[in-house]
């Protein structure tokens, strides 16, 4: 039935989707300008170009069409040039002349096209962005004779491989008042000298390139728009900056500025947007922004500012984040009360006093959380009725949570955790119809949990652990239909599971561990893949055999009830676990075979027997019958996982299969696939990669060899014999709704462009319309897991070891030391794959890139990460951080260390580990004695990386050491 596919009809079909799949290329990536669309509707009377223009036009048409990537952007030299994609011309009585040119995203990077494009003396608009140029021709820019620059307008070179100095740029752009050359290499030698050589200078974007020193200041003064972050710049904020008095956006972001902020704004009085975020910068919050009428937007966050926050600062605008700061003082009455305001982000400083404040109808997001706010949540804060999110965690509010709070009836995410908070829940709360995420967990919180909680009809995360509500749990919250993550834990819950669980159809942890729960567990949502915990409670009855099915399940913790009869046969279906508990229980008979490296407890059922333990005794005829009874069952059991294996893989792949085997593929087959692009600059990955056998490929499930958290990963054999890897990606999976597939192009593309031995690229991507398919080289000799708990049996020698923990420190000091720094959002040994048994390659880093945080309604700390690697602030910060990766290292060197995975026993790796380092003798047993005795030597370089390990997963994230200085540390210790 599969090799029908690849019949006498196959190629004709592939040369029609070929076709197609072009043709879909040539709307996804070119943006025809309005003024390009605009002539074309007009040539057909319009005049016809000079010669001169005509033959410029198609010396520049040789070359695009040599080196455009793809056919859909070639120029027929047949048309009228005014009418070629991304031209337009402007009309005078005898002939037209050329004004604008965009070979945006053209794959070009022949310089010499500059020589040509000199000639055009009429051209205004030049966009060569999204291309790869590594140099600008002398020609061009250190040529006087070019006679485009004298009017041009407006030049894009933005996010090519550019590395000039900006000196070469200087001279001769007497009327350009556009420049964008963001996302490139330029570095500064001499910046301030020579940006003063465009005179009409409005808008200058040089963002992400590699400048350095201080902050230029020698533009022209009418300069309206300034955009340098993500660069080196170091110094503090220069004071000549407050002569550009037209000034309406000026973005610092990512630097390395310095020193306090000078309160000099009142000069700059047309400034709309100030962004300083990510700094250095120290000093208090300068008072005269409040003199600032145009001012809608203000960050500074992630910065040393201190001091308290000035009154009036709001007054004008709507965008406020002064997030990660040392900022102390009580909150100004009027903060939240300008009448513009729409969003405050204060998150982690040192406020404190009460919220004691009147709140804007337009607030929209309002973030508190991590400071030392006291006293009540004010009841004016229904006031706020536009509020979408609201955080208040981490805080020190105490009192009753107000009924008011029910006014802010377009809550969409409501955090007061870590409080001090007491009495039941008003069931007001009821009333925010439009919640996502509530998290009322760590309070004093009492009383039932309200029934008007089954109205949170989009609630998809539920968090009221570690409080004191009792009671029954309403049946209504069993069916909100879109809860994907409900933890009650430690509670005094009482009363029965309620049957109707089974309807919460996309569930995927669910925690009532240590509650009052009493009566048999009833069938379970067949979602569940995170966890399921009903420890520590008051349940009877048998294990209901549906939980065997959970297939994705990674952990089952039922322990410290009162279960009884046998572990059902069908627990042979949970492929996913990593982790059992069901110890204190009284079950009886034989565990069924589990995966391999499951960590099972079964403490304290007498009755119990684990047959997946080599301990089993063979000697007595009784239970050999049993086992053969059960490798019967087995056998039955896997022939169903087979055949149900099958059915996923015909029904996974239906959509492939139809693309492929329709003689003319219907558009309804063929549309799914949006566009493809390579995003490497090898020529021989370039020539080897097609798109067709990859997406082959990935219609086999057979072709699978690495399933991770998000990703599934397929081998693909190119046409000319060279094996590649591709990544699938679920696009319909909530945390990959990205805003727009350009995005996600431009995201694959800076990626694209970093290399390190020890990271991952992407050399190319394919999007269809459900899936996003990465392409890299395969070279994949299993993961770091494989190797140390998998089937790979040979134990990892400690040479080897210590090879992967300084391969991995590289790469991680690699990502986050880019000048846009790449965070891991799943960092474990499942996600680092072995060239050879010391080359590590760091997998998956463009998660974070492609994650879009605002669009996921679950908070990124439930998205982030594989249990025991996520640190434990995620859960109340709710940001991905360097430090967080850091503990994810720091959890993975100790993987290394003691060969054990990252939880085991219900305990996490690292809780255990720094649970034994407090004295020397004990520091011994965290080591893997396999490895760690084979010499003295070994044996103290292994406690000096343990050291290390350990400061890796320090609680505190300020605690932790950078990457570099780990990988500086881990060099030491050799
Ligand atoms: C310009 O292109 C349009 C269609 O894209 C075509 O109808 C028209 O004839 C062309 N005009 C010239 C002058 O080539
Ligand atoms: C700022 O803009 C105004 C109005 O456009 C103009 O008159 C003034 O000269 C500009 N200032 C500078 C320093 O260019
Ligand atoms: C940033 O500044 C710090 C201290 O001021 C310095 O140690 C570091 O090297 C600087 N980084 C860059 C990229 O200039």
Not at 68 to 78: D, E, F
Not at 602 to 618: A, E, F, H
Not at 818 to 827: F, G, H, N
């Amino acid at each position: 039935m599969v090799e029908r596919r690849y019949g006498p009809c196959a190629s004709h079909g592939f040369f029609l989707l070929r076709l197609l799949l072009a043709f879909l290329f040539f709307f996804s990536f070119i943006d025809v300008p309005p003024a390009a669309a605009a002539a074309a509707t007009t040539t057909t009377q319009s005049p016809p170009l000079t010669d001169t223009q005509k033959s410029i036009m198609n010396d520049i048409a040789s070359l695009v069409n040599s080196e455009s990537a793809s056919a859909n952007t070639r120029w027929n030299a047949a048309d009228n040039p005014c009418n070629w994609t991304g031209i337009s011309c402007r009309n005078s009585s005898s002939f037209s002349a050329v004004t604008s040119i965009s070979l945006s995203n053209f794959g070009l990077s022949d310089s010499s096209i500059f020589a040509h494009l000199c000639r055009l003396d009429t051209l205004q608009s030049l966009d060569l962005s999204r291309n790869s140029f590594t140099n600008l021709s002398a020609q061009f820019f250190a040529n006087s004779s070019c006679s485009m620059k004298k009017g041009l307008l407006s030049l894009n070179l933005s996010t090519n491989q550019l590395a000039n100095s900006l000196s070469d740029l200087s001279h001769h752009f007497p009327q350009l008042e556009v420049l964008d050359l963001s996302f490139n290499s330029f570095s500064s030698r001499s910046l301030s000298a020579d940006l003063g050589s465009f005179p009409k200078l409005r808008s200058f974007n040089a963002s992400t390139n590699k400048l350095s020193g201080d902050v230029p200041t020698s533009m022209v003064s009418s300069l309206a728009e300034l955009v340098l972050s993500r660069n080196q710049l170091n110094g503090s904020i220069p004071p000549g900056l407050f002569k550009y008095e037209n000034l309406t956006l000026l973005d610092l972001i990512q630097n390395n500025l310095t020193g306090v902020v000078p309160d000099n704004f009142t000069s700059l009085s047309k400034l709309e947007t100030l962004l300083l975020s990510d700094n250095l910068l120290t000093g208090e919050i300068p008072a005269s922004l409040s003199n600032v009428t145009t001012l809608t937007r203000f960050a500074a966050n992630q910065n040393n500012l201190l001091g308290s926050i000035p009154p009036g600062v709001t007054k004008y605008v709507k965008m406020l984040d002064l997030s990660y700061n040392d900022i102390s003082g009580n909150i100004p009455a009027d903060l939240f009360f300008g009448m513009n305001l729409e969003t405050i982000d204060l998150t982690s400083n040192n406020l404190e006093g009460y919220v004691d404040a009147k709140f804007s109808r337009s607030l929209y997001r309002l973030r508190l959380g991590t400071n030392k706010l006291s006293g009540e949540i004010p009841g004016t804060i229904s006031n706020a009725s536009n509020l979408a999110y609201l955080e208040l965690d981490n805080n020190h509010l105490e009192g009753n949570i107000p009924l008011n709070l029910g006014g802010c009836k377009n809550l969409t995410l409501l955090n007061l955790a870590s409080n001090r908070l007491q009495g039941q829940v008003p069931n007001e709360i009821g009333n925010l119809k439009n919640l996502v995420v509530l998290k009322l967990q760590m309070n004093n919180l009492s009383g039932s949990i309200p029934s008007t909680f089954s109205n949170f009809i989009n609630l998809n995360a539920l968090n009221l652990s570690y409080n004191s509500f009792s009671g029954s749990i309403p049946d209504g919250i069993m069916k909100l239909q879109n809860l994907s993550s409900m933890n009650l834990q430690a509670n005094k819950i009482d009363g029965v599971i309620p049957n109707s669980i089974s309807s919460l159809k996309i569930l995927i942890e669910l925690n009532l561990g240590n509650n009052l729960l009493t009566g048999s567990i009833p069938e379970m949502p067949a979602s569940l893949s995170t966890a399921l915990n009903l420890s520590h409670n008051l349940l009877s009855g048998n294990i209901p055999s549906n939980i065997g099915f959970l297939r994705e399940l990674e952990i089952l913790d039922l322990s410290y009830n009162n279960l009884s009869g046998q572990v059902p046969s069908s627990f042979v279906n949970l492929n996913s676990l990593t982790e059992l508990v069901l110890a204190y229980n009284q079950l009886s008979g034989f565990l069924p075979t589990l995966p391999k490296h499951a960590a099972v407890n079964i403490t304290g059922n007498p009755g119990l027997t684990n047959t997946n333990s080599n301990n089993m005794d063979t000697g007595s005829k009784k239970k050999r019958h049993t086992i053969l009874i059960i490798i019967i069952a087995l056998a039955g059991a896997l022939i169903g996982l087979c055949l149900l294996a099958i059915i996923v893989t015909l029904s996974l792949s239906k959509k492939v299969y139809r693309i492929e085997d329709e003689q003319s593929p219907s558009e309804d087959g063929v549309a799914q696939i949006t566009s493809g692009r390579l995003v490497t600059m090898n020529s021989i990955h370039a020539s080897a990669i097609d798109f067709m056998k990859a997406m082959e490929a990935v219609s086999n499930y057979s072709n699978i060899f690495l399933k991770t958290r998000f990703c599934t990963y397929y081998k693909a054999v190119m046409p000319n014999g060279s094996t590649y890897s591709v990544k699938k990606l679920n696009w319909s999976d909530k945390i990959f709704q990205i805003g727009s597939q350009e995005k996600f192009g431009h995201e694959i593309e800076v990626l694209g462009k970093l290399s390190n031995s020890n990271v991952m690229v992407p050399l190319a991507y394919v999007l269809t319309e459900d899936n996003a398919y990465l392409l890299y080289e395969h070279v994949h000799k299993g993961t770091v897991f494989d190797f140390l708990h998998g089937a790979k049996s040979d134990i990892l020698d400690w040479p080897s070891r210590y090879s992967i923990a300084l391969g991995v420190a590289q790469g991680l000091t690699f990502l986050h030391g880019c000048t846009q720094p790449v965070l891991l959002l799943d960092l474990s040994t499942r996600t680092i794959h072995l060239k050879s048994v010391n080359e590590p390659q760091i997998g998956d880093i463009e998660l974070y890139k492609i994650i879009d945080p605002s669009k996921s309604t679950g908070s990124l700390s439930t998205i982030a990460g594989t249990v025991g690697y996520i640190p434990p602030e995620y859960a109340y910060t709710m940001r991905l951080t360097m430090a967080g990766n850091v503990y994810s290292f720091g959890v993975i060197l100790l993987e290394l260390l003691t060969g054990k995975p990252s939880v085991s026993d219900g305990t996490e790796l690292a809780k255990w580990a720094l649970s034994l380092s407090g004295r020397p003798d004990q520091r011994e047993q965290i080591l893997d004695t396999r490895v760690s005795g084979t010499s003295i030597a070994v044996h103290s370089q292994m406690l000096s990386v343990l050291n290390i390990a350990l400061s890796c997963v320090a609680f505190s994230p300020d605690a932790r050491p950078k990457m570099r200085n780990v990988l500086r540390m881990l060099f030491n210790a050799k």
